[in-house]
């Protein structure tokens, strides 16, 4: 059996025992080759926002990293894409919107950046069918409360268009991260629905106090209570009741393919939290469903 196998059995075993159709996972990064090439090349030479090995399990050509998500069981997932300056997001969000056509079991997925044309093809992105943004403050190194994105952020509140944000300071701290620019950011816009990446590592109280406060704010599991997470960022124990609390609040996310670590192993770390089977069927698919409802129709219906 082939080590792709040997994940894929294991996330099948786990899938078929809690009796789910399969998974939803809202934090895969499918990108522009080139764009992709750099961002491996970024872990290859251990940059400095990780310092540390970090081993790319599942380098592989895009079909065939498409293959192996099915392979696991994932019967909807995204193209978590960004920009690290102006002018990147229009070409970004054009690349997504045809690998959103030719995949289609991928989320279709856009992206933004504080620049004057944002609002404008953010509104566009959504014409076009997106349904879930991501927004990266650690690599954008942009103020989430900049002016140029005020219009942005009404749009994505009123068409209640979910945002994968990466907020959190983990693995290193940015100018912006951390809860206090989203705090702003959700005081003034409070019917966003944020999806924080990384359980908002490391800050994982702050913003579960954001997620109690909020109705529309979410957490992706990425890389949270992983192995390789626990050494740099354990969760602290005494937060644990309250992710049984915000239980309908929590999504699978993974970071495939960038991970250091089988597909399977995200799974196996949410299953030893000892929350029970029900809040494991909410979190690998359950919210998902429900926080995209075309999934119950077809993704591209």
Known sequence: MSAAETHAAETHAIVRRLGLPGLIDVHTHFMPRNVLDKVWAYFDSVGPL????WPITYREEEDRRVALLREFGVLAFTSMLYPHKAGMAPWLNGWAA????RTPDCLHTATLYPEPDATAYVGTAIDDGACVFKVH???????PNDPLLDESWATLSDTRTPVVIHCGSGPAP???????????????H???????????MPEYADFLDLAERYE???LDTTMAFTDFSERLAPFPAAELPRL??????ILLGSDFPNIPYPYAHQLQALERLGLGDDWMRRVLYGNGAALFPRLSQGIHS
């Open 50 to 53: 990780t310092g540390m090995e």
């Open 98 to 101: 045809d690998f959103a056509a």
């Open 137 to 143: 403050l650690q690599v954008g190194g942009f103020d």
């Open 174 to 188: 940015g100018k912006f991260t951390g809860p206090g620019p989203v705090g702003r950011l959700l005081a003034r």
């Open 190 to 200: 409070p019917g966003l629905r944020l999806i924080v990446a990384h359980m908002g």
């Open 216 to 218: 529309g704010v979410h």
């Open 244 to 249: 049984r609390s915000l239980q309908d609040k």
